[in-house]
């Protein structure tokens, strides 16, 4: 099994997809920001939104390896809604562009993504694409966070 955990710092999802995947597993952490080497995990820094890494992170993954991608990222809040909105959801964006890139068919994805007006548009987005998408409030999300998941279940 091979999982790819985007917006990976401080290594929390990867530690988690570790144990799940075993010994014979992959995990792959990825995120703009340098991390510390975590066991059993392969980190790569780089920034999605440039075409060049993107593709030097899919070459080896290829062809659709690929059977978990988890996003974890998150803008940089500026406290101005319209602004802090339209990075989300760039972030979003690129999630879904890897993940439709890398995985293979039936495999899943999760986002990390903030309530607001651009939730709706996003979930309705994937439901082309995957058998199943369900969002949910983690238990160990605070109850005022605006943080919530989407699953995406069974890519097409």
């Known amino acids: 099994m091979t999982v790819v955990d985007l917006g990976a710092a401080p290594g929390g999802w990867s530690q988690v997809a570790v144990q799940l995947v075993g010994s014979h597993g992959r995990v792959v952490a990825v995120d703009r920001r340098s991390m510390e080497p975590l066991p059993n995990v392969s980190v790569v820094q780089g920034d999605l939104g440039e075409v060049e890494f993107k593709n030097h992170l899919l070459a080896p993954l290829r062809p659709r390896q690929v059977d978990l991608v988890i ?83 069974g890519f097409r």
Request: glycine letters at 4%; one cysteine or more.
């Open 71 to 153: 996003s974890d990222m998150a803008p940089n809040i500026s406290g101005i809604a319209a602004v802090d909105q339209a990075a989300a959801l760039d972030l979003m964006e690129k999630a879904r562009e890897f993940a439709r890139a890398a995985l293979k068919p039936g495999a899943d994805l999760l986002v990390k993504v903030f309530m607001g007006e651009s939730l709706a548009p996003f979930t309705k987005s994937l439901v082309p694409s995957y058998r199943c998408v369900l969002v949910r409030k983690p238990k160990a999300s605070r109850g005022i966070s605006r943080e919530v998941y989407v699953l995406e279940r």
